[in-house]
């Protein structure tokens, strides 16, 4: 979840923000909330000056994708290539586009799933 | 006491219920228990029981932070063991000592359901831990248990806080950028 806060900085995308919040225990998206405006408010992590932090950011979406490439080789979530959005090739994306499709298309299915 | 009011038996069956709840809906069904055990349709406002304490609070801190899904669940078991050491000391407040065994009871229960066993196979992990003379037999437990589920109502709500964290995600995102 540390990882994650700094995920949610680090992408700046408050469509995929909300809708992992909503998918959290009404506690864990107020902790989160509350740790992602007190670490990284007012804080812009394309700011060349924030470097070491861009790369907190970085770790966070290769620790992610590690993750959804094990539950992938698991059968539990679809190859990157069949999802919708990657008709151009999944290699051709970055780290972050690839991010952005496994979770949009994800997202919708975690309420039934365990915190 | 008959075997339908040992507190031991209306602890396995409000248990069941909260768990058939989360296999049912997800976890998110149970915070709304978790966090107003006392409010009308909590699984916790059946039975006088099970709103005394230490129990209540013991069960409703492990479910809380297995909610929050930032606690292992081998972390959770460090706890557990430290809150049923520290409740089982004697003069706990003051007064007597919590009962061991019901404490035992309720987290023999909810740690194999931790595990991922069902929810009627982690209720039999607690049912051995309740004494002899108040233990009911497997197809005793099994009836109640059957018998609560048919009463239970059937819903699955998200508790909703009063914060607008839709509204602080749009405010931070903002923050972002310069």
Redesign the interface.
Known sequence: MVHAVSLFWFLKDGALLKRILANLSGRAALITMDELTEKWAGIDPDDPDRGGERQTGMDAVATVLATCQRLTACGELPELADLPGSQNGAAALTDEEKLALILGDGASTQQEQQP | MSTRESQYVAWLICLHGLMDK?RR????AI?EDV?SPGSPGSSFSGDPVLMRQPYLDFTRDLL?L?????VEDAMLSTYAQQAIATLSRRNWLGQRPADPLLINMIWSTLHAFFEGLPPAVACEFGRQVIPLSKRPDHGTLEFLLAEARQRAPTQAQ????E?D??A???A??R????
């Open positions: 989360v809906h997800g976890w998110l915070e966090e809380r297995r909610l929050t899904g930032y998200h508790a909703s806080g914060r964290l839709d602080e995600a749009d931070f995102i923050s972002l950028s310069p």
